[in-house]
Structure formats: C-alpha cells, structure tokens
C-alpha cells in the first residue's frame, strides 16, 4: 500500500450549532479516483473547504504530501498542488475564457509588476506557452469556439467545464471537483469522465469527486466515501459501499425526511 | 483680442488642471476599475503628493510670511535644491511624491485592505480626512491653514508668468502619456489579468494559487503613487496649497465622478472622463443670466452627473476587453 | 514589511500556545476597556458631551443605514436631505406662522411650540422628494441592476444639485432658526471624593437625544412588529425570495425612502435647533460622522447605527480631552478603523454574503 497522498484526522468544523463536519478521518491514495457522496447536507463541500482552508479548522488535522495542510492561506495551499473547482461557479465574468484559463498557472514572470513593465519579451515568449496549453485545455473540454466569449456569457454547463479547465491549469497533483456533472450533457460528461481517467494514468493527477449522480460515481471511481450528518459512515470501493446497509439507510432516511 | 486672450489662457489652465485630474483619475482606475478596491479617500493621495512634492522643493522659509513651518523649508535647503538647480529636481520630486504615497498606501493597506467593499471606502476616507487634518492642524509642518504660497515653478522665466500655463502643459501632458502607456501596459500583462481576475472573484483568484492580499496592496499602492504625481503637478500648476484644497469634494468626489462618467476599467475612458467633467464645470461660469449664478452653476453640475449616469450607465466609453 | 495580524498571530501561538493567545487576547481586551472605561469616568463632562452629540448622529444615521440596507445604496445625499428638511422648517417659522407663535418658549427649551408644526411640514416634504427622486432616478437605475458605486455617484449628484438650489433660494449665510436664550443645566458631580466635574448640558440637547431615541425605537418597532416593516426587512434580505413571496417590493422600496427621508428631515431640523444655528453646508459636514457611525454599527441595522452613533460621539468628544478638536474626525475613524479589525463587520453587522 502507498503512502495516502491526503490524510484528514478528526476534522472538525461548525456553524453556529450545527456541526457541518463532525470528526471525520479518511485517507486518499495517490492516483486514485475517490467519490465523495452522501445526501444533501452531508458536509461534502464543507469537506472541500477545510481541505483548502477556505474555511478554517476547529480541531484536526490535514496532511497532504506528508505535510500539515490546514492553517495556512488558500493561495498557498493551491500552490502546493490541490487545485478545486466550485459547486456554484466561480468564472471571472468580465474576463474571456481563454483569459480564465491562462490566469493559472503559477510562477508567471509577468505577474511581478517589475517585469511585466520592463522584460515584455519575456513575458510574451511566457505568455505564449501558457496560452498553449491553454489552447489545449479547452480542446479536451470542447470548448475551442467559445475561446474569446466572456464568461459571464457561458451557459451554466459550460462554466462547469471551465472550472475543471481552471483546475487543469494548475497542473495539480490533487483535484478536488464539486459536483462538475450538474447541468453538463451526460454524452459530453462521460467524455470528462473518460479524461479524468486518462489524466490519472498520464499524469498521476489524484481525484476526489463530489457528485449527486451516483451511477457515475460508481461507474467512474476507484474507491468511494459516503458521508452523513457531518461523519464519513461509510467508506470502500464501490462494490462495498453499495452493498452497505448504513449507507442505504441514509439515503433512504434523505429521502424519507 | 483681449478677449480672445482670455479665452486662450482659460483653455490653458483648463487643459493643465484637468490634465492632472486626468492622472489622478488613471489611478482611481487602477483601484477600482480593474482590482473592485473601493478608495473615497483620494484626497489623502491628493494632498500627500501635493505636500511632499512643495516641501521638497520650497526655499527656506521668510520668517515674515511662515511662523510656523519650519521642517520642510530646512528639508529643501538641506537637500540641496538650490545647488542642482529647480528644473532637474522636477522629475525627482514626482518620483519622491509617487514614492510617499505608495508607502503610505502599502502601510495602511496592510491593515485595512483586507475588509469588504463598504468598509474599505470608510477606512479611506477617514484616512483622507486624517491626513488633511495633519497639515491643516500642525503648523509646524507646513504652515497649517495658510497653506504654502510661491512654490516654485519649473521652467520658470521662459514667458512671461502670464502665459506660464503654456509652458508647464507640455510637461503634464507627457508625463500623463508616460502614465497612461505605463498604466496599459500592466493592464495588459499577466499582472493585471490577476488584478482583474480579483475584481471579478475573489475566492478563485485565491484557489488559483494568487496571493489576492498581495496583489491588492501592489494595486492599491501603484494607484495611490498615481494619485500622488497628480499631487505635485497640482501644486506646480497653483503655486500654492492650502489644507482647503484638499476637502473630499473637489479632491475626491468630483474625480469619482469623472470617472464613472468616463466609463471605469478602461484608462482611455477615466481620461476623457476627467477632460470632459472639468470641461463642463469649469466652462459653467460663462454661462449667461440668472445661469450664471455659482450655486445654480452647482445644481446644473449635480444634474448633469446624475442624468449622464441614468443615459450611459457604463460611462462614455465603457469597458472594452480588446486583448490578442 | 507586510503587518499581517494572522503572521503575527502565528508568532505569539508558536510561543505561549493557543490557550497562552487566547490569555493574552483576554488581557489585552480587557487592558484596552479598563483604559476606555477609565478615560470615561475622568472626562465625565466630555462623555455626557459624546452621549449628547452622539444622539444627533444616531436620529441621522438611523435613516441613512435603512437606506443603505434596504436599497443597497450608500446615499451621499443624506445630509442634503437634512439640510432639506431644516430649510423647510425656517420657511414654516419664517413664512408661514404669524411671528408671535415663535415667541414663548417652551419649559427650559430655547423652542417654541412651533417647532411642532414645522417639523412635521419639514418631515413630510422631504420623505416626498425622496420618493419622487426614487422615481425618477434610482428606479431606473435599480431596474437595469446598477452597481453599488454607480449609485452611489447617482447619489452625489442629487446631493450636489440639492445643495445648489437650496444655496440659491436661500442663499449661503449663516440661518437661525427663532429662539430664546436659555441657561445650560450645570451640575457638579464628584468622582470618588478625587475631583469634581462641572457637567455642562444645553437644555435642546436633552430634548434631540429623547427624540433620537423615541424615533429609534419606532424604526425598530415598526420593522420588527408591522406587517409592512417585516416586508421590507425581507427584500432587503433576499429581494427575489421576496417577490416570490408575494411582497411588493417597489412599495417596500417606496416605504424605505418615506422612512429615510422623513428621518433625515427630522434629523435636520433637530439638528440645527441643538446647533442653534443652519447652514447650507451643515448637511454635508455630518455626513461623515454619519457614515462612520452607520459602517461602526454594522451597515444595514437601523438600531446598530444608533449605538455606533453613541460610539462616534463619544469617542470623538473624549478624545478632545488629549487631541485639538479639529482632530475629531480623524479620531473616530481611527477608532473605526481598531473596531473593524476586531469585528469586520461592525457591531451588530451580520455578514452578507
């Protein structure tokens, strides 16, 4: 067995009252795809939150690459390697795509105010490159034409491709995607899914996926967590997970409540 | 031809002002036209630059005239100013004004940049009250309310005092070209796409891996060193400042105005905003009759921005996102 | 060198640990209330100055945070609304009671029972012309979903072309609304048996402090037990939600701005009976305490800008005990600016996401 390449301990968060997330342990092998699902509630993307300190710990632990993950800001944390896409999306409006995508990448000469004044052409030659893969990134998302639109103008679908485009960009070692099939075509879906699995034997990218469509979570991961109430209940490869009884029980409770 | 001369010399001064606020206004841009950062308190910048720029170059005080101002008057001599000679320290002085404000800008920035919107406004524009307050209460300083009268003028002695306008036009005509290519420029670069990326979503330019506290301090300092040069021109062109100058109306809300008139996030616009707002208040006092009363000039100013705002929301020249 | 108060956290954790921070946070605190509490009680006369001023503020800054709350619209216009509605007030005195009326005072105020007439002519005339500059303006604006800033600007101009045309009808000398010279109320008060201090307090000051406080606790009671206050707190809430829900939302805008306008006027015209004396720039002189008090109180809770008011006020009448008075301004927000590192969203605010 590998070395997991995120490790949350009894991780705890709460609003007011409410524990959002309650102790909650669980392990992430590196390239793996792991689904997190459970009934609206759960905690999933207070889960995503506290892994990028969005929100921050109450008590716990989070360990990425073998090194404390919680504590420190956002930026820092997306620099390490743990790229995130948001459940409502987050696209820059006013910006294109094509600009939403090459804003990325990190270590850009041009981002320090010094040189993108007086080393143009450093930055161009730079620049190229990034818009490059840029290129590439929307042709894996079929988003080729819309290269120029302004984001604001997206249809809600493809705002969702963007956020997995912006997550691409960062050339992550983790990518944490929050519900990236809701209002995507279920054609254009299993394409992406097709991909993710593709970017985890190429690259090695580590996966945990948010998603209300269990099928395609059963479907398309290696192993599979289920939470409830702000606790991980259940947590296996698909096979387990769906053959047990708890976490019928809170997907039925979901549903009867 | 007297009248004719009149005319000609308005035009200068007209051009030399809004010129200036034209800089200003560039730097307003910067702040909330491309980063969102909500700054009510040009005036601080304002009158910074305005102060820095006239302490450094001020000759030591008459006794007569000054009571109080002491430290700036020995700060010149000190410096030197008299033995390289005025005209060389122009550009210096702008550099040091820019500077003054930029620090000042990345230290109260450091603390209060990280509040919303709303909230940032009113720690601005405290901090252009504060500092008005500081040269209007602290003699010592630079003359409280009396201000500093006879700053010398660059290029002094050229024409006659009477056209002097004419002479000091080109010079803010070029360093409002430098600032605005200077401007475009990290607008245009991976520097201001962060900026704008800030703007548009917060929480992903943060997830993206950008340092959105440092950035925005880069902005706000940039924007604030703007203002500052806009300062020291100001100070050049009137020869004279008083604490008054600076008051949030003329030095804060009308450049506002120009700006939203101009069409924010866009340089050209926040330019031809600041020329077109001064064009028509400070060619109101020709209006003929009863319109010609300064407080109904007032009004007609006021309806005027309101009516722009309510026909182009988005500014004369709105927003345009021309990149290849 | 960046001041980064998490970095500067971090040091202090590393060191004593978090329950050590957490017992030097309580410290600090409660050195900084002790010296606050301290500061008070030795500038008794200062701080019952500050309660004074600070409830002119609140009745202003009551009416501007619903505004701000309910229509998303930081209305720079206020204190010409003030300034308004305390015009109004000298053409009712001036004009349009007989001169007599003005003549008795009423108890130990410097008033007459004209005041009574002229201040609901005053409030009812600017809560119209508010409305009506709704209408004409804000409407519109609101309907294409300007943003904040835009407003904002909007809001500038009314306010500038307000002030013209008050300027030209009524000129730009100092007003003085009818009164009668009347003594202050002078008390000594001894601290511990230590010092004494005169407490000196205008008489009208009482009067505009109950008034703030009685128009407070209408605004309150009214948002919180009508049928129309719960209405408008709602869209100002979720204004979809809102409609949705069957509420009007262009009358509970329209019902804002009665309020707020009716507020200001009010504030106005008690305003300059307390100064004894109006101007036309006076209006646009408060606005920044205003502002102060409203952003202290938490933006959008008409109740919390009447105790960010009080906080103004006093902070920036004790200072004086140290600083120039002219320093005032300057006081307050620095005592803002220390308020909102602690609570970033003022005293009362709730974030509004």
Excluded at chain 3, 76 to 83: E, K, P
Excluded at chain 3, 95 to 111: K, M, Q, R, Y
Excluded at chain 3, 262 to 288: C, D, H, P, V, Y
């Amino acid at each position: 067995m590998t070395e997991p390449i995120l490790k949350v301990e009894d991780a705890v968060c709460a609003f007011g009252g409410l524990r959002a997330v309650d102790n909650c342990s669980f392990e992430i092998e590196a390239g793996t795809i792991t689904g997190l699902i459970g009934p609206n509630g759960a905690g999933k993307s207070t889960m995503f939150n506290l892994i990028t300190d969005m929100v921050p710990l109450q008590s716990g632990r989070i360990f990425f690459d073998g090194h404390r993950l919680d504590g420190i800001p956002p930026h820092s944390v997306a620099r390490r390697g743990v790229a995130r896409t948001f459940q409502i999306p987050g696209e820059l409006g006013r910006m294109t795509v094509l600009e939403n995508l090459a804003v990325v990448p990190e270590g850009q000469i041009g981002e320090a105010m010094f040189t993108s004044v007086f080393a143009p052409g450093l930055v161009r030659r730079q620049e190229e490159r990034i818009r490059e893969q840029a290129r590439e990134v929307l042709g894996l998302l079929q988003l080729t034409h819309l290269e120029e639109e302004l984001a604001a103008n997206l249809s809600t679908g493809q705002k969702k491709l963007l956020e997995i485009g912006r997550a691409l960009m960062a050339s992550p070692k983790l990518v944490l995607l929050d519900e990236p099939a809701a209002g995507v075509n279920p054609t254009l879906m299993r394409n992406i899914a097709q991909t993710i699995r593709d970017l985890r034997d190429e690259r090695g990218i580590t996966w945990v996926i948010v998603e209300h469509d269990v099928p395609l979570i059963m479907e398309m991961c290696d192993r599979v967590i289920v939470m409830a109430e702000g606790k991980v209940i259940a947590n296996g490869t698909p096979e387990e997970v769906r053959s047990d009884a708890r976490v019928l029980d809170a997907y039925l409770g979901g549903v009867a409540a | 031809m007297v009248e004719l001369e009149g005319i000609i010399l308005h035009i200068g001064s007209f051009l030399v002002i809004a010129g200036i606020y034209a800089i200003i206004n560039v730097g307003l841009n910067v702040h909330y036209g491309h980063t969102g950062l909500f700054n009510i308190g040009i005036a601080a910048f304002f009158a910074l630059g305005a102060y820095t720029a006239s302490i450094l170059v001020m000759p030591p005080p008459n006794p007569d005239l000054y009571q109080q101002y002491e430290w700036g008057g020995n700060l010149a001599f000190t410096l030197g100013s008299e033995r390289i000679g005025f005209d060389l320290w122009f550009p210096l002085v702008l550099i040091a004004a820019a500077a003054v404000c930029a620090a000042v800008a990345y230290l109260v920035g450091s603390i209060t940049i990280r509040l919303r919107g709303d909230y940032l406004a009113i720690t601005t524009l405290g901090l252009g009250e504060a500092v008005r307050l500081v040269f209007t209460n602290e003699g010592w300083l630079a003359d409280g309310t009396r201000g500093l009268n006879g700053i010398p003028r660059v290029l002094d002695g050229l024409v006659d005092p009477h056209w002097y306008d004419f002479v000091f036009l080109p010079l803010v005509l070029i360093v409002l070209v430098v600032v605005y290519f200077l401007s475009q420029r990290l607008a245009a670069s991976p520097w201001g796409r962060v900026i704008l990326a800030i703007r548009e979503n917060e929480d992903t330019a943060e997830m993206v891996g950008k340092n959105v506290f440092q950035f925005k301090l880069q902005a706000f300092a940039y924007g604030a060193a703007l203002m500052g040069i806009g300062g020291a021109l100001y100070a050049f062109a009137k020869h004279s400042i008083t604490p008054q100058a600076f008051e949030p109306f003329f030095a804060t809300f009308i450049i506002w105005a120009m700006l939203i008139l101009g069409g924010s996030g866009n340089h050209r616009g926040a330019i031809l905003g600041a020329f077109v707002l001064w064009a028509v208040i400070s060619s109101s006092q020709f209006l003929p009759g009863f319109l010609g009363d300064p407080n109904l000039r007032l009004a007609v100013i006021g309806l005027i921005i309101v009516v722009v705002l309510l026909v182009r929301p988005a500014g004369i020249v709105p927003e345009t996102r021309t990149r290849t | 060198m960046v001041i980064n108060t998490n970095a500067i956290r971090d040091v202090i954790v590393s060191v004593v640990g978090e329950r050590g921070f957490m017992v030097i946070e309580r410290a600090a605190l409660f050195a900084v209330g002790g010296l606050a509490l301290w500061a008070l009680i030795w500038q008794l006369d200062l701080t019952v100055n500050g309660l004074l001023v600070g409830s002119v503020y609140a009745l202003g800054a009551v009416g501007l945070s619903l505004v701000y709350g309910n229509l998303h619209l930081p209305n720079i216009a206020h204190g010409d609304y003030m300034t308004l509605g305390a015009f109004i007030a000298l053409f009712v005195f001036g004009s349009l009671v007989p001169e007599v009326w003005n003549e008795n005072s009423v108890g130990p105020f410097t008033f007459s029972y004209t005041l009574f007439i002229a201040l609901p002519i005053g409030v009812l005339f600017v809560a119209v012309f508010a409305v009506v500059v709704d209408q004409l303006v804000y409407r519109t604006m609101r309907r294409r979903g300007a943003l904040p800033g835009v407003m904002a600007l909007t809001s500038l101009g009314v306010a500038i072309a307000l002030r013209g045309f008050i300027q030209y009808i009524w000129g730009t000398e100092v007003e003085h609304f009818p009164r009668e010279s009347k003594k202050f109320l002078i008390y000594t008060v001894d601290l511990f048996h230590l010092q004494d201090v005169l407490v000196r307090i205008p008489p009208d000051m009482i009067f505009v402090s109950i008034a703030a406080i009685v128009l407070t606790l209408a605004t309150y009671l009214f948002l919180n037990m009508t049928r129309w206050g719960k209405a408008m707190r709602a869209a100002a809430d979720n204004e979809d939600l809102a409609r949705v829900t069957g509420i009007d939302v262009e009358r509970t805008n329209l019902l804002t701005w009665v309020i707020g306008g009716g507020m200001a006027a009010a504030a106005g015209i008690l305003f300059a009976t307390g100064q004894g004396q109006l101007l036309t720039i006076s209006g646009w002189k408060i606005l920044i305490p205003l502002f102060a008090a409203v952003v202290a109180g938490g933006i959008g809770n008409p109740y919390g800008a009447f105790a960010g008011a009080i906080f103004v006020g006093v902070v920036g009448e004790v200072s004086t005990a140290w600083l120039e008075p002219s320093y005032k301004p300057a006081v307050f927000f620095a005592a803002i600016i220390v308020l909102l590192l602690v609570r970033p969203n003022g005293l009362f605010g709730q974030s509004r996401s």
